[in-house]
Nanobody, 115 residues
Framework: QVQLVESGGGLVQAGGSLRLSCTAS????????MGWYRQGPGKQRELVAT???????NYADSVKGRFAISRDNAKNTMYLQMNSLKPEDTAVYYC?????????WGQGTQVTVSS
């Protein structure tokens, strides 16, 4: 059972930056795929970005050029650097890990962007 814990959320003004962290209970190199998802008020959960064990990345069109996903195997941690934040980025951000087709989720961290 992999445990994932997010941190780094908070309140920021539009145009600002935040960095989210997702720390895993085991070496992230053992996790086939990791990703960030978000769920805004009244919306369905949506993909933000993913990163494979080989560091191939994928981004939602809405965050391309603004967000960057990365992972540090030595620290068992995945990051999401969020720049040029917009009010529409306001959401609960969730970390997900996939190992052998099993999906594990963190508890989420709130990001609020004020206009």
């Amino acid at each position: 059972q992999v445990q994932l814990v997010e941190s780094g959320g908070g309140l920021v003004q539009a145009g600002g930056s935040l960095r989210l962290s997702c720390t895993a209970s085991e070496n992230v190199f053992s996790i086939d795929l990791m990703g960030w998802y978000r769920q805004g008020p009244g919306k369905q959960r949506e993909l933000v970005a993913t990163i494979t064990r080989d560091n191939y990345t994928n981004y939602a069109d809405s965050v391309k050029g603004r967000f960057a996903i990365s992972r540090d195997n030595a620290k068992n941690t995945m990051y999401l650097q969020m720049n040029s934040l917009k009010p529409e980025d306001t959401a609960v951000y969730y970390c997900k890990g996939v190992i052998a087709a099993r999906h594990y989720w963190g508890q989420g961290t709130q990001v609020t962007v004020s206009s």
